[in-house]
T-cell receptor, first 116, second 111 residues
Framework: DTGVSQNPRHKITKRGQNVTFRCDPI?????LYWYRQTLGQGPEFLTY????????KSRLLSDRFSAERPKGSFSTLEIQRTEQGDSAMYLC??????????????FGEGSRLTVL | EDQVTQSPEALRLQEGESSSLNCSYT??????LFWYRQDPGKGPEFLFT?????EEKEKERLKATLTKKESFLHITAPKPEDSATYLC????????????WGLGTSLAVNP
């Protein structure tokens, strides 16, 4: 399967613990995006990378969130000191395009986080 | 403020009963409007891109149209497998790094 892969698919953690999600984009896709989605809402932008460079991070994003994309391949999203409000589906998407002109993002199946 | 509004929030149809979903937008300098389909527990799947008023795109039972203020996703003779949430997103000239998403329309097609 050459689609976007996310791990783990489900994570249940206790409040205050750290969690890390991994995304493996489609090979050679330059852009990688992280989104967060809660039930009944559209995807909420978190951050995006062009190759290994993190070009933008949402102003709404707490400093407990950090993302990396070493070597411009896979990416990790870490949430420190989780809170119940962090419970959501975390979606990763990649695109071969240098701009959003086509709007075509390839999404993974997401990592669902539940914070108890 | 740039905004995307989808209606209705939820729609239930009988198999074969055609209908339309609406996506209205207020953005400055629209560069593109996109439709995605999302199945429960999965990531969104790209359907269409529309760039200018009057443009239409078709795929199987789906047809997307665009005006200067809104887009419609027409579903002709839907089948149960068309049941999903349909998301609309826009991309504008002043925000070239991320899409602005609507909340989606949840479609259920009964056999």
């Amino acid at each position: 399967d050459t689609g976007v892969s996310q791990n783990p698919r489900h994570k249940i953690t206790k409040r205050g613990q750290n969690v890390t999600f991994r995304c493996d984009p489609i090979s050679e896709h330059n852009r990688l995006y992280w989104y967060r989605q809660t039930l009944g809402q559209g995807p909420e932008f978190l951050t995006y990378f062009q190759n290994e460079a993190q070009l933008e991070k949402s102003r709404l994003l707490s400093d407990r969130f950090s993302a990396e994309r070493p070597k411009g391949s896979f990416s990790t999203l870490e949430i420190q000191r989780t809170e119940q409000g962090d419970s959501a589906m975390y979606l990763c998407a990649s695109s071969p395009h240098l701009s959003l002109n086509t709007g075509e993002l390839f999404f993974g199946e997401g990592s669902r986080l539940t914070v108890l | 403020e740039d905004q995307v509004t989808q209606s209705p929030e939820a729609l239930r149809l009988q198999e074969g009963e055609s209908s339309s979903l609406n996506c209205s937008y207020t953005v400055s300098g629209l560069r593109g409007l996109f439709w995605y389909r999302q199945d429960p527990g999965k990531g969104p799947e790209f359907l269409f891109t529309l760039y200018s008023a009057g443009e239409e795109k078709e795929k199987e039972r789906l047809k997307a149209t665009l005006t200067k203020k809104e887009s419609f996703l027409h579903i002709t003779a839907p089948k149960p497998e068309d049941s999903a949430t349909y998301l609309c997103a826009v991309y504008n000239a002043g925000n070239n790094r991320k899409l602005i998403w609507g909340l989606g329309t949840s479609l259920a097609v009964n056999p």
